[in-house]
């Protein structure tokens, strides 16, 4: 009896660009509510400030372990799977680091925006093509992302560090989230228009 292997989706064709539309919507729009939420919130290094700046990069394993599933095997996948195991290990760093103040936690989130910002880069460089929308959001998000990691560590052993920059961190991924996928939705429906 023989065994009839059935291809995987692209996460080019229409199914993949939707899956990923969706994704990216629910990203950017859970990452501006958490920068809102976490707006009032971290005046103090409390339980409730702890427990948000845990959520964050929970919210980011879950994305890349949805986004693994969808997509086929490969390099990409494997980049994927590396940025969600780095997010939950950013996760519980997070929560440690929120015993220790301000300081411990700007570095441990900008180590993690850092490396999580390279391999979104490099997950955005091999979906560049037409048929995703070229990736452009990704690739910027990615590579600020990077930037800012650099900066939150720089800013950790300066003078009065703050918190206050990861409302605007969380604010800018979730728009390049959400443009990303605003042109997902174009790309698809001009995909759409031309095989009409």
Known sequence: MSTQTVPQ???ADDGGRSSLMRLYLGRGVLAVAWALAFAGAHDDVDAVAITLLVVYPLIDAVSSWIDYRATPDGSE???TAFNGVLSTLAALGVGIAGAGGVEPVLHVFGAW??????AQVVVGVRRRGPELGKQWPTLISGGLSFVVGVFYN????G???SLDVLSTYATGG???FIVQALLLGWKSRQLRTRTV
């Open 159 to 161: 003078d009065n560090p």
């Open 9 to 11: 989706p692209s996460v």
């Open 174 to 176: 979730g728009v390049w």
């Open 113 to 118: 925006a850092v490396v999580s910002g390279a």
């Open 154 to 157: 720089i800013q950790a052993v």
């Open 77 to 79: 996948r494997g980049v």
